[in-house]
């Protein structure tokens, strides 16, 4: 079946810092990937997405590429701010005979220190 | 402006109650989806619509009912047989391109008194 595994949280890092959240999936297909961001209370907001290998996502400074031969998507930042602090998501999507649906990752926490 | 709304916000469920969830979109997407959040976890999908009166049971639909007797609306049924259903409820709707993106309402969290 189709699976994303994401980096283990919580990530806590000092503001300016580099961010990576490791995320790789297992599909049959051609999946679409895709990053989302919750903040606290709220829904879902996305992020960046790509829908072919090589294609790189790029979004408020956070960029992912898709990577076929890795299986992988990671989100990466050069520099963090206080206001990242959220949790994220990856996600794929697969269209199937029953149409499409999103297959998503557990999350992971990020936290942002001044 | 174009979005999803959910109401309520906050939801409360008395024990052996039905409660009902609400989902609108303007967004004109033909496909509408509900998720349950648990704290700390991913998203499960509960059930999912493609067109007008049908739908499709997700991961986890036991204990759970919908409608989409119009495009524009969703809503999703917590019934008394959902023996735990204290969570965190998404709803999403997309247009069928390429992508397929996902765009998601503000949620409903359904509190059991």
């Known amino acids: 079946g189709n699976s994303v595994t994401q980096m283990e949280g919580p990530v806590t890092l000092s503001e300016e810092a580099f961010l990576t959240i490791n995320c790789t999936y297992t599909?049959?297909?051609?999946?679409?990937l895709f990053w989302y961001v919750q903040y606290p209370g709220e829904g879902l907001q996305l992020l960046l997405k790509?829908?072919?290998?090589?294609d790189k996502g790029s979004n408020k400074g956070f960029e992912a590429t898709y990577r076929k031969e890795t299986t992988s998507f990671h989100l990466e930042k050069g520099s963090v701010q206080v206001s990242d602090s959220a949790v994220y998501f990856c996600?794929?999507?697969?269209?199937?005979?029953?149409?499409?649906?999103?297959?998503f990752g557990e999350g992971t926490q990020l936290t942002v220190n001044p | 402006d174009g979005g999803i709304t959910q109401s309520p916000k906050y939801l409360f469920r008395k024990e052996g109650q039905n409660v009902t969830l609400s989902c609108e979109q303007n967004?004109?997407?033909?496909?509408m989806y509900w998720y349950r959040q648990d704290p700390g976890q991913g998203l499960r999908l509960i059930y999912y619509?493609?067109?007008?009166?049908?739908?499709q049971k997700g991961d986890i639909a036991e204990g759970y009912s919908v409608s989409r007797e119009k495009k524009e609306s969703f809503p999703l049924t917590v019934t008394s047989a959902q023996k735990n259903p204290t969570a965190f409820y998404l709803c999403?709707?997309?247009?069928?391109?390429?992508?397929?993106?996902?765009?998601f309402g503000p949620g409903t969290r359904l509190l059991v008194l």
């Open positions: 967004l004109n997407h033909d496909a």
């Open positions: 790509a829908t072919k290998a090589d």
């Open positions: 599909a049959t297909g051609y999946p679409s």
């Open positions: 999403a709707s997309s247009s069928p391109t390429v992508s397929g993106t996902q765009y």
């Open positions: 619509s493609q067109i007008v009166n049908d739908f």
């Open positions: 996600a794929l999507r697969i269209q199937e005979t029953s149409g499409s649906r999103l297959t």
